[in-house]
């Protein structure tokens, strides 16, 4: 056990009256994994309600020689989406998609009780304690999930022998969307940049490497035929008149990881994962086994 001395935000100092030169004095358990020489990030500490635990981040930035190698140089390409948060593909032949489902509807919740409490202010007045305390809330735990699906995922990657890892641009996806409230629920859930960072960061201690790249007309194209103007996409399915029908967001992570690698292995059955407000377990849905499927009849969430 150690002790941790930190500055208190305003906001903390206004609903627990400190003092304005106020910090806190915390004991913390264990010891940072970490060295004395090595920088240190700004530290963001976060209430886990189902815990009921303080938990901590804070990114360090350490000698490239304590850093890990990846084990090959396979590929994987992920697709951002509105129903779904990430879909990914990997050159192994493995697919992951990280259900968002939940999250998005209490995000939206939140929002919607955010916007009912604005609209009872009066007037001059654009903000309370209590809006202050949602708009918390419901980043904690975004942040958290993100956080936590990271980590998830280029730990599983890494296993694969993954070195590269291709990320759909959301701009792109914002002007092509197929849905408007798609539209709006991605661009007000995700804080893209602080995502690929996120993962950029996580990626760095395996010795992988992240790459922004346009994935324009993914989610409209049949990978049997090519065509973009005879598919239909309606939620999690996409389907095609060349007679193809297959999950959306694994089609798209699947073709968006083919424009950028020469080589794709058959698909596995995939893997889905879903949020439980502490880490991103495997659903029953998913058949752990290494029997390959025809990817014009394997589909999940439908």
Known sequence: MFSSRILVGSDLKE????????????????????KEYDKQGRLELYYDETAQKFRAFQPVTVDDSRLAQPLASEEAALDIGANNLVACTTTTGQQY????RDLFDRFRETT???AELQSKLRDGRYSSKQIRSLYRRRTRRRDHAQDALCRDLIERLYNKGVSTVYVGDLTDVLE?????????KTHNFWAFRAFVKRLACTAEEYGMTVEVRLEAWTSQECP??????????????LTCACGFDGHADLTASETFLRRHSDVVRPMARPVCLKWDDHEWSESPRSVPNEEHTNPQVASVGR
């Open 176 to 184: 092509t969307s197929w849905s408007v409230r798609a539209n709006a």
């Open 224 to 237: 049997n035929c090519g065509s973009t103007d005879r598919t239909t996409r309606h939620q999690d399915s």
């Open 15 to 34: 609903e627990y009256g400190l003092e304005t030169r106020k910090r806190l004095r915390l004991e913390v358990r264990g010891d940072p994994n970490w």
């Open 112 to 114: 919607r009780r955010i």
């Open 97 to 100: 998609l990280y259900e968002g």
